[in-house]
């Protein structure tokens, strides 16, 4: 059976060739500058085994001496010499000049498992030292530290396997390594280690290196140390590799200047971007060009150790957490990111603050969380803003960490990314006030109807579009347009204005604490689109019912396809099943683009899955009672209608004036507020059929894998991609397996400092009573229903009270069935929140940790006046 004795690197993969090569293929693919390379995959050096009778040796080692006879007898094997004739040729294609030879074991730099400095390294100045370079790189596997390493962490010996990357060695001027994150303090900056000459000194450990640190992603240099210098490492690229003393005027000279050791920062951050995390890379100076000699993900974590007086910034995804609740995948936080930064710097830039929008956001776990150390340093300099707990008002769910407050301020180090003038600051409180004034409902209107109809045109074009260039078009016309959407933060900003005026007004005059009689004023208006999904649904269940014959046809087997293939059977003699079917197209063309996570492009929308809405809609058949929402729905407006009346009749005229103006701006609002987020969520739906769309045409390119690949690439990288200049493949694979890795974490609410992932579980609550934050009123008991995620396939049954960690318009279908809403994180205007008092549901949010301290079967009670949930019985 024939094999390849040698593999280009542009074709290296992690099964045959090892993540070391397939990541410099990766690197490469990507357009950042890695010298010329070819792999010896691994099953040459199995073969080799075999060949000198070895294979057995390797299968059955149990201990030290065994792996040392081995490392010994590898070594001192010949070749075969059909691989000394293919190693030979691949040497030319080099130039045959001096090589590195690298290991790349197969169970190297994978998820938890480095093995850096376990494995050699060897440089030959000819063939003849190649051929034995390649020997001790096999050997190396079975070195006393790599073996040591396997048997630290539990690896299995017999299936290690080693392949070598032969690369043209790099006459380097200066080299190193370079850390996308501090080795030492765990801290998210770039450390740039370098030394004169080849790194291997560096490496090794023979020299000292000069050090140079780094914010990032600014790049900022903000810490340098020079060490003193005896030798260097060189070659002239045609002979031997040799050590030379530093002459004694040029030992304390830097081995690069500042600006060199940015451009080296840089260029790590870009293989950070490749590899999928924090990285671990080698790199080589020679003349003016900068080559990156290898990438590895950083795969160990440490206890930061913080300087004294150091305050670690505070990260929050409470508020993001909401509508992007999951993984964020490259295409969405390359669109979304900026929009939220734009969102942020257009408020604060009018109250005369300046931040440094890069270090507004991050990922953690793949989340998306806020910099509430900034934003609270910012908010804190601002007149009749400041105080620490403004930062509370912005991301609900920090109130119970009252310990935070005092470490909401910047390290004196960084003060000058949250510039504030304070005059400015003050003159620019009315103006945000009035700009956010002119947000008016008549002006929400106007924005809604025209940004539907925009949609309308935008889906009427990709219809029409034929070829990939104009499918590509309108994906850029679609992240202009959401880009664009910055009017969507006034009409949000002037719903919490309104909300927290009518708030107050209670609070003051009527003794309203804990905010019952606000949030019974804002109950059963009507007119939420998002709640209205909710209505449809039960509106279906009830066409569902209303004849034998459809409801057999609903209930049977098989998804949406199916049904509907029943249905149209039988619609000329059953009038029910038209009313159905019309009803249902209804309900998609309203309400099909909302999804769970739906700011998140790649989670596919009701329309595109319309058995999840089928599951709800046969759920709800078998429960007549839990479709009674359009009279729980009228209840709460009366009661609304009551309690306003009553509050009027005790005011003055002039309070009750107020009262009245101020009550109606706050409905009109809040309705506002979800009607027009409404709107940008159904042009980021159609956005995303135009990503589908294209990624239709770069998959029939053989460019992608899938159409789906695209959501693993970001925006400003399709133009490259598309004209061959970047190999997605290895982007795409990367991402996608980084992707899957966040998916298992489940990082807190807020951070402080640098998070560690491992082991880290939400802690439950101590005892049998939560408390949080009521946002509609009234009481229930029922059997809770635990429902973390969407994926775990779970449903609501009627009279079960949801649990969840968040909501957003795609748990709408579950709302309707249960009797009271728990819910981890939200505000008072949270999408949950305003649902609920819609839907007449007794509701409680910002609890914390709810879904880890109650089971799904506890008896539990919703008190959504006082804020407190009950453990009553827990299920057996």
């Not at 480095?114 to 063939?127: I, L, N």
């Amino acid at each position: 059976m024939s094999y390849r004795i040698v593999i280009p690197l542009a074709e290296a993969d992690v099964a045959s060739c090892g993540p070391k090569a397939a990541s410099l293929a990766a690197l490469a693919a990507a357009g950042l500058a890695v010298p010329d390379a070819f792999c010896l995959p691994a099953e040459v050096y199995r073969r080799h085994l075999l060949s000198a009778d070895l294979a057995s040796l390797a299968e059955s080692v149990t201990e030290g001496a065994d792996a040392s006879l081995l490392h010994e007898r590898i070594a001192s094997a010949d070749l075969d010499a059909l691989v000394l004739d293919a190693l030979a040729a691949a040497h030319r294609t080099l130039g045959g000049g001096p090589v590195a030879a690298r290991s790349s074991a197969l169970a190297e730099d994978t998820p938890g498992h480095s093995f850096a400095g376990q494995h050699g390294t060897y440089f030959s100045s000819d063939f003849s030292e190649l051929a034995q370079h390649v020997l001790d790189c096999w050997a190396s596997l079975w070195s006393d530290r790599a073996y040591g390493y396997r048997e630290r962490n539990a690896l299995d010996h017999a299936s290690a396997a080693m392949a070598v990357i032969v690369q043209r060695l790099v006459p380097a001027d200066a080299a190193g390594v370079a850390f996308t994150v501090d080795p030492v303090t765990g801290e998210p900056r770039v450390v740039v280690e370098a030394c004169l000459g080849i790194g291997e000194s560096l490496v090794s450990g023979r020299v000292a290196p000069d050090r140079f640190v780094f914010s990032r992603p600014e790049l900022v240099l903000v810490d340098r140390e020079i060490a003193p210098k005896t030798l260097r490492l060189t070659s002239d690229g045609t002979g031997p590799v040799r050590e030379v003393s530093v002459a004694p005027r040029d030992a304390s000279l830097p081995a690069i200047t500042d600006a060199q050791a940015a451009e080296v920062a840089g260029i790590a951050l870009a293989a950070e971007r490749v590899v999928g995390g924090p990285a671990d890379t080698e790199w080589a100076l020679q003349g003016t060009r900068l080559w990156l000699l290898q990438a590895r993900p950083v795969t160990t974590s440490v206890v930061p150790r913080l300087p004294t007086g150091y305050r670690p910034t505070i990260w929050s995804n409470v508020n993001a957490g909401e509508v992007l609740p999951d993984v964020v995948t490259p295409m969405t936080w390359s669109v979304i990111g900026p929009l939220a930064s734009g969102f942020v710097d257009a408020l604060l830039g009018r109250l005369g603050v300046h931040v440094e929008i890069d270090r507004l956001t991050t990922l953690i776990g793949g989340r998306c969380y806020f910099n509430a150390t900034l934003l609270g340093s910012a908010f804190d300099q601002i007149p009749m803003v400041g105080g620490g707990r403004g930062v509370t008002g912005i991301f609900g769910g920090m109130e119970a960490s009252a310990e935070l407050l005092p470490v909401l301020r910047l390290p004196p180090a960084e003060a000058d990314v949250a510039k504030v003038s304070r005059v400015r600051a003050l003159l620019g409180i009315p103006v945000v006030a009035i700009w956010m004034l002119r947000h008016t409902p008549a002006r929400a209107r106007r924005f809604i109807e025209s940004t539907r109809a925009g949609t309308l045109t935008f889906r009427r074009r990709l219809a029409e579009a034929r070829s990939e260039a104009q499918t590509a078009a309108l994906v850029g016309d679609s992240v202009a347009t959401l880009l664009g959407m910055t009017h969507m933060l006034g009409f949000t900003g002037v719903g919490m204005m309104q909300y927290g005026s009518l708030s107050a007004m209670t609070r003051r005059w009527l003794g309203d604490e804990s905010g019952t009689l606000a949030n019974r004023l804002l109950a059963g208006q009507g007119g939420v689109d998002s709640a209205e999904a909710g209505l449809a649904l039960a509106r279906l269940a009830s066409l569902a019912r209303s004849e034998a014959v459809v409801a057999g046809a609903v209930a049977g087997p098989g998804g949406w396809a199916a049904v509907r293939e029943r249905l149209e059977a039988v619609a000329t003699t059953t009038p029910g099943t038209a009313l159905l079917l019309e009803a249902w197209a209804a309900f998609m063309a309203e309400h099909g683009h909302h999804a769970r996570g739906e700011l998140e492009l790649a989670t596919p929308r009701w329309a595109e899955q319309p058995d999840d809405v089928l599951e709800t809609v046969r759920a709800l058949m078998s429960a007549p009672e839990a479709t009674d929402l359009a009279i729980a729905h009228e209840r709460r407006a009366a009661e609304a209608a009551q309690t306003e009346a009553d509050i009027r009749r005790h005011l003055d005229p002039v309070r009750r004036a107020a009262f009245r103006w101020t009550l109606e701006q706050a409905r009109l609002g809040a309705r506002t507020r979800e009607n027009v987020k409404n709107e940008g969520v159904r042009s980021l739906a159609a956005g995303r059929q135009a990503l589908l769309a294209l990624g239709g045409h770069m998959t029939a390119r053989r460019l992608l894998a899938h159409p789906d690949d695209i959501f693993f690439l970001r925006f400003a990288e399709l133009d490259a991609v598309r004209s061959g200049r970047t190999d997605a493949r290895p982007l795409v694979a990367a991402r996608r397996a980084q992707y899957e890795r966040d998916l298992a974490l489940a990082p807190p609410p807020v951070v402080v400092g640098e998070w560690d992932g491992r082991g880290f579980t939400v802690q439950p609550a101590e005892g049998d009573e939560l408390h949080g934050l009521p946002v509609s009123h009234g009481v229930a008991r029922g059997r809770a229903r635990v429902i973390r995620s969407l994926r775990d396939g779970e449903r609501v049954r009627p009279g079960e009270i949801l649990v969840a960690p968040f909501t957003d318009p795609g748990w709408t279908p579950y709302f309707v069935p249960a009797a009271a809403i728990v819910v981890d994180m939200g505000g008072l205007l949270s999408h949950g929140s305003i649902i609920a008092r819609e839907y007449g549901l007794p509701a409680v949010v910002n609890v914390g940790p709810a879904t880890a301290t109650i089971r799904t079967g506890d008896l539990i009670e919703v008190d959504g006046d006082s804020g407190t949930v009950r453990i009553l019985e827990r299920a057996e």
